[in-house]
């Protein structure tokens, strides 16, 4: 197990708080901007890099929109939801009713030391050893930089040799103006969400929300490019960024054979 920085960002145990939880899958989740797109590159790179998806880890799965759309292109694959929200993970599970016996649903923080341990037997419950896919949505970017690293390598032990590792998360951008601009995009997307919900929230109200939220001071952003530098210095192959926008980015690669 690699080891742990001590330098842990104590700030992301805000999302445990249930109201902030349900405030991000009612009135964020799904006012991403071009999330469907990003669902879609996932699944493209899946099927052109994997001959079958028998298993997937989502980590730190939110409401498990990223490994449900991998079940539901892959019908008998078995899978395991792990989130440290309880508010989460009930979304999650709420989504799998009548189908859960091929999938785990497990409140564990991945920041912990030793969580890959912990998975451990969730895993042996479902017959699985190694995963063929993980994914992970907006949730690795709230660890510190040491962290970030530690939890790639327990991915890269944790895959099967040719597994893929797909990473759509929240990065640092290089100017001041780029993050206005991914600012901005957010905002607009936002505002057109409530609007389509039935909202009387004005953009400007929808503005100081985006730049006061609670959850603002708990991310701990790295760029996309020294993320990818070390995914290839564990030992991942092939390893890219396949989409960007401004500050959103699916990166990733594989496991070598």
């Excluded at 759309?69 to 989460?88: C, E, H, K, V, W």
């Excluded at 690293?149 to 998360?169: C, H, M, T, V, W």
């Excluded at 991310?219 to 995914?231: K, R």
Aim: hydrophobic share 40%; aromatic share 12%.
């Amino acid at each position: 197990m690699t080891a742990r920085s001590t330098s842990a960002n104590c700030e992301y145990t805000v999302w445990q708080d249930p109201e902030l939880a349900k405030t991000f899958l009612e009135g964020i989740r799904g006012a991403i901007p071009l999330a469907a797109e990003q669902i879609d590159m996932i699944l493209r790179i899946v099927a052109m890099t994997q001959p079958q998806v028998e298993s997937f880890l989502d980590l730190g799965c939110g409401d498990g929109i990223l490994g449900r759309s991998l079940y539901q292109s892959y019908p008998d694959s078995r899978g395991i939801f792990l989130d440290f929200s309880a508010t989460m993970l009930t979304t999650a599970k709420a989504n799998f009713a009548g189908i859960s016996e091929n999938f785990r649903f497990v409140a564990e923080d991945f920041g912990a030391e030793y969580w890959r341990d912990r998975l451990i037997p969730e895993m042996s419950a479902l017959n699985l050893t190694h995963f063929d896919v993980i994914v992970s949505g907006f949730a690795i970017h709230h660890q510190s930089d040491d962290q970030k690293r530690a939890i790639y390598q327990d991915i890269f032990s944790l895959l099967k040799p040719g597994g893929l590792f797909l990473n759509l998360e929240h990065i640092s951008s290089r100017s001041q103006w780029e993050e206005q601009c991914f600012n901005e995009l957010f905002i607009d997307s936002l505002y057109r969400f409530h609007q389509a919900k039935g909202s009387q929230n004005t953009k400007e109200e929808i503005a100081h929300k985006f730049y006061h939220r609670d959850d603002k001071n708990a991310n701990i952003l790295a760029p996309m490019e020294t993320q990818c530098q070390w995914l290839t210095e564990i030992g991942f192959i092939d390893v890219d960024c396949f989409l960007k926008i401004f500050e959103i980015a699916l990166f990733g690669g594989l496991k070598p054979t």
